[in-house]
């Protein structure tokens, strides 16, 4: 798997839009971007992935430059229950098929507060 | 519910006691991993098993002992464990439909082990 660097931890309030950066500057061609998102004394849970350019789902948005390198998830109006870790994965969905050693990092610790 | 199921849930041990942890996932997946998650710290890959062969050992004492007797189950066998390795123990697996969507890891509830 690409190597990933994302902020350790990230503060916010109640209602806003939050924005976390994931740096993958080794990313090659066949990788996707996936984020996981783990509540205390839980397993990770998937949230979102994409491959390029801009992906929505009913949970977050995944904003992906043209080069790549850099992707952002993005938090629309947080709750207090949005207080988790959430981890940035980048992965090849076809080297790496069977038995992919998904491997997380810290993950960004994002508090919400109220 | 995530189809990845962990019993038990909670356990508490001596260390000299042999225990261990079952999982089992519904999702018809043909990889599954052992991780470890101490207090406030990063997940540990400890196992991967594709297709019922063990595909990586992430330098994890011999205390630990993983089973994999089909694809569908996954045990860790405990013996002589430190009270060190207190920590929550994630059961996940995987697989690849051969689409273009990429690889998603699915995660049990976890078994919280306590070593005394």
């Known amino acids: 798997l690409a190597k990933t660097t994302q902020p350790i931890s990230m503060d916010s309030y109640e209602g806003q839009e939050v924005n976390i950066t994931c740096s993958h500057n080794?990313?090659?061609?066949?990788?996707?971007i996936t984020w996981y998102q783990q509540f205390p004394s839980q397993g990770p849970r998937f949230i979102i992935q994409?491959?390029?350019t801009k992906v929505t789902n009913e949970v977050a948005s995944l904003f992906i430059p043209a080069d790549r390198k850099s992707s952002t998830l993005s938090l629309p109006r947080v709750s207090l229950s949005d207080t988790a870790v959430y981890y940035c994965?980048?992965?090849?969905?076809?080297?790496?098929?069977?038995?992919?050693?998904?491997?997380f990092g810290p993950g960004t610790r994002l508090s919400v507060l109220p | 519910e995530t189809g990845v199921t962990q019993t038990p849930r909670h356990l508490v041990m001596g260390m000299t006691n042999k225990k261990s942890l079952k999982c089992e996932q519904h999702?018809?997946?043909?990889?599954m991993y052992w991780y470890k998650q101490s207090a406030k710290k990063p997940l540990e890959l400890m196992f991967v098993?594709?297709?019922?062969?063990?595909?990586e050992n992430n330098s994890v004492p011999s205390r630990f002992s993983p089973e994999c007797p089909n694809s569908s189950h996954l045990f860790l066998h405990l013996h002589t464990l430190q009270p060190e390795d207190s920590a929550l123990y994630l059961c996940?697996?995987?697989?690849?439909?051969?689409?273009?969507?990429?690889?998603?890891?699915?995660f049990g509830e976890g078994s919280w082990l306590t070593v005394v």
């Open positions: 994409g491959y390029k």
């Open positions: 999702l018809g997946h043909n990889a």
């Open positions: 994965l980048v992965g090849d969905s076809y080297r790496d098929n069977y038995g992919q050693n998904f491997v």
């Open positions: 080794n990313i090659a061609t066949n990788d996707y």
């Open positions: 098993y594709n297709f019922k062969e063990q595909t």
């Open positions: 996940a697996s995987s697989s690849w439909d051969g689409s273009s969507s990429g690889n998603t890891i699915y």
